[in-house]
């Protein structure tokens, strides 16, 4: 017989698996349940039996069965008292590995609350598949169009591409198949995605928590990344004042900072979190903050001082809430179309909007929204480049994201080049190998179109070509394109993957300085 156990209200109860069909109990109406139960908790034998834990007392059952009936399913309840010595004294309080995830332990426990409202990915695999044949190409691409079980990491596009698939257990038998039949050369990254997903949570500190502890060993709700915002802004007050673009879609404000030396300074805008499960860009963008202010590196120290920095760390705070409150892997704004939600909201600005690497669909993960700058999120931050792009000198802008390890710049949608290409490519390579010598990390450097996926209506797009800031940027942070975690980094890797993010920036900034951008 299997068992679990629970602390309730210092009461130890062993919740039993229900007993054979042929053991005949009576049915008990469920009010009967409930005073049967709370007056066994309520007895003074049963709190004797529970509080002297020094005794030596014969196991005894207090309430043999309570059984009740519903439909053809029948929930059967064993409440029994225990002694402590003996059997009793090894049941010692904690999580119940049976019940873990059904109300028996975390939250709601005890309460009679249900569980969380929490998308779970349970036994879902991550495949990396190769492909090595236009019908490879035409079968994944037939797949993503029709079935919502599959999560695609990108789009099967061309003869050698490597591509990333989550897909859902009830869908491995047929993914297992169509690989074999179709001879796709794949590797299988992970047997079950929520072992990843409940660890990950498992490193994120409580909302509550005072933000003088903010640090870079663990994930920060957006509650405390905004608190911890505003205490440096009181620790700092003669560099740091917090800006506010508005409010989202629904109603959490856009924070950021700015760091300021010298209003005669050039400026450099930092955007991250657009994509809402990339947790390590908000991380990597306090980390930069934090570096500008704190850090004894002389060469830190003159890009706080020769630079204003302009930095918002979620762009996308509703997604970001949500990953952390729902579903860990949703990547969009929260806007509501009918049955369904979300925007991408680096698929809805006004450059080139849904020409290539985008969605019509609601449903789809890179959706470009009903039209371009739909958005009030994607509207918020037009506006704050457009009002401050020439006042504030702005002449740098870097988008943070995960995962693949790469610093890509214009243009997404197209393969032809910008007019600074040669330098970007220059600044890209230069800082590509400063984290090399840093981490010995490799990440590649590129034009968007030529090194990730051709893609349209992303920022770094709108803000080189519309907004005319010259140097322009997007990030992917680790990990490798073949990434085993996807976008659910550990936290271990986020001071290093911070670190080396700050080191392609600085890379960039002094070669840009060089070559004269920012006279």
């Known amino acids: 017989m299997r068992l679990c156990r629970c602390d309730v209200t210092k009461a130890k109860l062993l919740v039993f698996q229900p007993p054979p069909p042929a053991l005949a109990l009576p049915v008990v109406p ?38 009740l009936r519903i439909g053809a399913q029948c929930l059967v309840i064993q409440i029994v008292a225990m002694a402590a010595s003996g059997t009793g004294s090894k049941l010692e309080s904690g999580t119940c590995p049976v019940a873990r995830g059904s ?76 690989l074999q039949t179709y001879k796709v050369k794949h590797r299988v990254l992970t047997y079950n995605f929520q072992e990843k997903i409940d660890r990950n949570m498992g490193e994120v500190q409580p909302e ?25 802004a009181e620790k700092y007050p003669e560099r740091v004042t917090v800006l506010d673009m ?34 390590i860009a908000p991380a990597a963008a306090t980390y930069i903050i934090n570096q500008l202010l704190t850090s004894q590196d002389p060469r830190v120290q003159r890009l706080a001082q020769d630079y204003n920095w302009i930095v918002f760390p979620c762009v996308n705070p509703d997604g970001y809430k949500y990953t952390f409150e729902h579903d860990r892997m949703w ?43 739909s958005e009030l999120e994607t509207q918020r931050l037009i506006q704050f480049i457009r009002s401050n792009v020439a006042k504030e000198q702005i002449k740098t802008y870097i988008a943070l994201h995960s995962y693949s390890q790469m610093l890509m710049f214009p243009y997404g949608y197209t393969k032809d080049r910008v007019s600074n290409y040669d330098d970007l490519q220059e600044f890209g390579k230069r800082a590509s190998e400063a984290i ?30 519309e907004a005319g800031i010259p140097i322009a940027y997007t990030f992917e942070l680790r ?34 300085a060089d070559k004269g951008y920012y006279k």
Not at 482 to 501: G, H, K
């Open 30 to 67: 469920i009010p009967l349940v409930a005073i049967a139960t709370s007056l066994l908790l309520s007895s003074p034998l049963f709190r004797s039996l529970s509080g002297k834990q020094s005794r030596k007392i014969e196991r005894k059952v207090i309430i043999n069965m309570l059984k």
């Open 103 to 178: 109300g028996c332990s975390g939250q709601g426990a005890g309460t009679g609350a249900p569980p969380p409202d929490q998308a779970r990915y349970d036994n879902y695999r991550i495949y990396n598949v190769e492909f090595e044949n236009e019908e490879q190409i035409a079968l994944f691409q037939k797949l993503e169009e029709q079935s919502d079980s599959l999560t695609f990491i990108g789009h099967a596009r061309e003869i050698g591409q490597k591509l990333s698939i989550l897909v859902a257990a009830h869908r491995v038998a047929d993914i297992a198949d169509l």
């Open 208 to 232: 509550d928590i005072d933000a003088s502890q903010f640090d870079w060993q663990h994930f920060f709700h957006l509650k405390t990344i905004y608190e911890w915002l505003d205490k440096m």
């Open 246 to 279: 508005g409010t989202s879609t629904q109603g959490n404000a856009i924070k950021g900072i700015k760091l300021s030396s010298s209003p005669d300074n050039k400026a450099i805008f930092i955007e991250s979190g657009i994509h809402a499960r990339e947790w």
């Open 331 to 373: 990547r969009k704004n929260r806007q509501l179309f009918g049955t369904c939600r979300g925007v991408d909201l680096n698929r809805n600005y006004p450059d080139h909007w849904n020409t290539t690497g985008s969605s019509s669909d609601p449903t789809r993960y890179d959706f470009a929204g009903p039209s371009a700058g």
């Open 436 to 465: 090399k010598a840093e981490s010995g990390r490799d990440y590649v450097s590129g034009s968007l179109y030529e090194t990730i996926y051709p893609s349209s209506g992303g920022s770094m797009d709108w803000a080189h070509s």
């Open 479 to 512: 990990g490798p394109p073949d990434s085993e975690d996807l976008f659910i980094l550990p936290d271990v890797e986020i001071q290093p993957t911070a670190s080396e993010a700050f080191t392609a920036i600085r890379t960039i900034v002094e070669a840009a």
